[in-house]
């Protein structure tokens, strides 16, 4: 049986994919930040080696782009420092490691979707540092799956809920409109994670939902499957209630997933309404 180790198991993800993973398929190990601190050095590898994961999936990480801008060392110690321990264990104890990354690594400036081959230029603390995470993985270990992925929301403070709290409390809510992205839910996230442990396809990995929505209408969708009302304005992205400074345009195209034909995401009104029927 796959021993499988999620770090950050308590977030959107971590806890997306205990949902969805088969617990007589692999056997999982749980640790967050209360168990385990990823930027402990030598905790992280003593678990590692007393556990002896077959694959680490690493969900944790500071993902508040504001904290990160107002925190770097903070975002450089978890999402890259921490990510290289991880990285390191894998390489010792030859497990497979995946470590999830975000469109935040690209500059947002182009007008067509970002592939798995295009440069990297991240703008922010936090798209940096999850680049330099990256480069860590890269430079530590082989059998590794890199899996960028954007607007994700799963159980936590997303933008769903964020649109639906401000709807329930009866504001107009100001929406950036210029903003582009593909809202992914973190299950369908996990379910390509899973698929992609149990290969040896290694490398990187662009894992959105299909198609591509401005802020403005991922919160009309939203509200759509609420049966809310709510009004909203759609203003630039710096007078927007909802959403940090993000790149404009945050599309990747899920290039390498198209042309091995192996596995396809669902659309992403297909999975907000499972979202919603399940988590709202
Ligand atoms: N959400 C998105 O839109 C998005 C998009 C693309 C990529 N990603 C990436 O996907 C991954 C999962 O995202 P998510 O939305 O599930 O994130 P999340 O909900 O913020 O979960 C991250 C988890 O990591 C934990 N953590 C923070 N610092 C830690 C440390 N030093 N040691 C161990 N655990 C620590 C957090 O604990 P606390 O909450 O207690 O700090 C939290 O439970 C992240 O790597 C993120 O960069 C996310």
Redesign the pocket.
């Known amino acids: 049986m796959l021993k499988v180790w999620i770090?950050?198991s308590?977030?959107?993800?971590?806890t997306a994919i205990n949902d969805v993973i088969d617990p007589l398929e692999m056997e999982v190990f749980n640790?967050?930040?209360e168990e385990?601190?990823?930027?402990k050095t030598d905790e992280v590898l003593s678990f590692g080696e007393i556990n002896r994961p077959d694959v680490i999936i690493?969900?944790?990480?500071?993902?508040d782009v504001d904290l990160c801008e107002r925190e770097p060392e903070l975002a450089y110690r978890?999402?890259a420092l921490?990510t290289r321990n991880l990285s390191i264990v894998a390489r010792k104890v030859g497990a497979k490691m995946v470590q999830?990354?975000?469109?935040d690594v690209f500059d947002g400036l182009s007008k067509t979707p970002y592939s798995e081959f295009d440069d990297t230029n991240p703008k922010t603390v936090y798209g940096r540092s999850?680049r330099a995470g990256e480069n860590y993985v890269k430079e530590f270990t082989h059998k590794h799956f890199i899996v960028?992925?954007?607007?994700?929301y799963?159980r936590?403070n997303?933008f769903v809920t964020r649109v639906l709290a401000a709807a329930e409390e009866g504001k107009v809510l100001s929406v950036a409109s210029d903003q582009f992205g593909s809202p992914t839910s973190?299950k369908d996230l996990a379910r390509i994670i899973l698929y992609l442990i149990q290969t040896n396809e290694y490398g990187t990995y662009h894992a959105t939902c299909k198609g591509v929505c401005n802020r403005y209408e991922f919160a009309l969708e939203i509200l759509r499957l609420a049966g809310k009302n709510a009004e909203l304005k759609t203003v630039p992205t710096n007078e927007s209630d909802l959403s940090s400074a993000r790149p404009a345009y945050a599309v990747l195209d899920n290039f390498i997933l198209r042309i091995i034909d192996v596995y396809e995401m669902p659309d992403w009104k297909d999975s907000l309404k499972e979202y919603m029927n399940e988590v709202v």
Do not use: E, H
């Open positions: 770090v950050g308590n977030g959107q993800l971590g640790t967050d930040k385990l601190d990823i930027t690493n969900c944790s990480g500071v993902t978890v999402n921490g999830l990354s975000t469109d999850k960028r992925s954007n607007w994700v799963g936590g997303n973190a």
